[in-house]
């Protein structure tokens, strides 16, 4: 048995980049380097640092399984304590030292056997193994919406929030109607003069307490492991996610009933004004989109101040947005709480095969991987929370931790001297792609009635349209035949 010794290059230092620079650590491979374009860690809690920023999933599963954190403050994490997470975390692991920071890459080609890349700064570098860990949601979407040179006031986008600002006193108008905009409406109703919800298409809203854990529930979480694991409740918390999944995959239409119920239950209940209740009632089913929990956001736009408009946008002028029934709406400042281009995964990066094939080439028509982590032509090219992958109201970090399961032993497959080059075959990647594009027409993204950012150009679901356990069982172990292995 060979003990090959390789350089492993990792793309980005968020969740995913720090789980496997700390997982090649752990496993012997010290050669390894992480490339960040920014300037720190986070990746996309480092970016988003809006006022109301919590993830919507709870705070004893949005963390690795080798390193809990006893610290959460509340039921859901809260940004900054998330981001805080993460440093500590990669302190702790002797991440730090392995990474280049304000150094991105630009181009990776993969030339006789090895991964040739040049960085931002003009440097090369030459590796066995990359793995891309870029994210998903990291390019902001900035809507081309006529007039916004023309804006006297401050205008951003929600993930490059300007702190520099002070909104008290100002009227601020925030686009978009997801998680981001839901939460920054939640938060600042009632501290500024006035808030402006541009909503195109409302959404439904998931009710969740999103409580505090006092002192002495974090103190025993810190020294009685069995306090945490009761608190995470890991096998309930596990059945609801798969639950949820077979509600999105049709394979269980009660719980997709119940869900459905629940939200429609929150607008009737919370909601007094019937006219706002019809404006806040949206078109299409629950769960078509992503769902929005939020426990105070039906509460926040009733309050005075807060302002719902559903009329389209004309244009933005000097002083503010003027929609489509004529109407200017005065205001400071406009968030673009308007998403990301989630297709865009490593690029704008050039990256390129063996033989010369571009990755734009095999992404012709749309993202694409085997099983979400590899490519055939890309030889020991492997992505974390790549195309297709699961996304949904769970933890990505579960997700992550599953993919490097499966990559790891593709890559003790390259260390053992087994395989020169490894790479799923392109039968494989076809195979996988009809059957992905069979299902996803079965979920509810795509008989739901609804736009989303789950749907590519052609109006195909890209995300895992099949049930959490499967992918489970799909990352347990590779099937070797679906690979080709050049020795």
């Known amino acids: 048995m060979v003990d090959k010794s390789l350089r492993v290059v990792v793309i980005g230092a968020g969740m995913a980049g720090i789980l496997a620079a700390i997982k090649l650590l752990e496993d012997g491979i010290n050669d390894v380097v992480v490339y960040e374009k920014a300037d720190r860690i986070g990746g996309t809690w480092r970016e988003n640092t809006y006022p109301g920023l919590t993830c919507d999933v709870p705070s004893h599963h949005y963390t690795y399984k080798f390193e809990r954190n006893p610290h959460w403050t509340r039921f859901l994490p809260p940004g900054n304590e998330i981001q805080a997470y993460f440093e500590r975390t990669c302190t702790k692991y002797g991440i730090d030292e392995l990474i280049r920071f304000n150094c991105g890459i630009e181009t990776a080609s993969f030339v006789a056997g090895r991964w040739h890349l040049q960085t ?39 993930a490059r929030w300007d702190h520099s600002i002070d909104l008290k006193g100002k009227r601020i108008g925030v686009i978009g109607s997801g998680s981001t905009g839901v939460q920054i409406i939640s938060a600042l109703a009632g501290q500024v003069a006035g808030v402006s919800h541009f909503q195109r298409t409302p959404q439904w809203i998931m009710p969740v307490e999103n409580g505090y854990f006092s002192a002495e529930e974090r103190e025993s979480f810190r020294t009685d492991p069995d306090a945490l694991d009761a608190a995470m409740g890991t096998e309930q918390y596990l059945a609801n996610v798969e639950g949820y999944t077979q509600a999105i995959t049709g394979s269980k239409l009660d719980t997709r009933a119940q869900w459905s119920a629940a939200c429609l239950q929150n607008l009737e209940q919370n909601v007094e004004d019937p006219e706002l209740r019809e404006l806040l009632r949206p078109d299409h089913e629950p769960m078509c989109k992503r769902l929005i929990f939020s426990p105070d956001y039906y509460g926040a736009i009733q309050r005075p101040g807060t302002f719902l408009v559903r009329e389209g946008i004309e244009t933005i002028e000097a002083e503010g947005i003027r929609t489509l029934d004529g109407v200017l709406h005065k205001l400071d400042a406009i968030v673009l709480a308007t998403g990301f281009k989630a297709d865009r995964f490593m690029r704008p990066m050039t990256i390129t095969g063996r033989n010369g094939v571009a990755l734009e080439s095999l992404w ?21 929370n790549g195309p297709n992958g699961p996304v949904g109201n769970f933890s990505l970090i579960d997700i992550a931790e599953h993919q490097w399961d499966y990559i790891a032993q593709c890559i003790a497959r390259i260390r053992s001297g087994e395989c020169r080059e490894i790479s799923p075959t392109h039968a494989a990647l076809e195979g996988f792609e009809e059957e992905r594009v069979v299902a996803a027409k079965t979920t509810i993204w795509y008989t739901g009635g609804c736009t989303s950012w789950y749907l590519d150009d052609d109006g195909i679901p890209s995300s895992w349209p099949w049930n959490y356990q499967r992918f489970v069982d799909k990352m347990k172990a590779p099937d070797w035949n679906a690979f080709e292995c050049v020795i």
Do not use: C
């Open 120 to 158: 931002s700064l003009g440097e090369t570098d030459v590796a066995d193994i990359v793995v891309a860990a870029t994210g998903v949601l990291h390019q902001p979407n900035i809507p081309a919406i006529q007039g916004m040179e023309d804006f006297l006031g401050d205008l951003f986008h929600s």
């Open 364 to 384: 012709r028509d749309r993202p694409k991987a085997y099983l979400a982590v590899a490519m055939p032509d890309f030889p020991n090219f492997f992505m974390l």
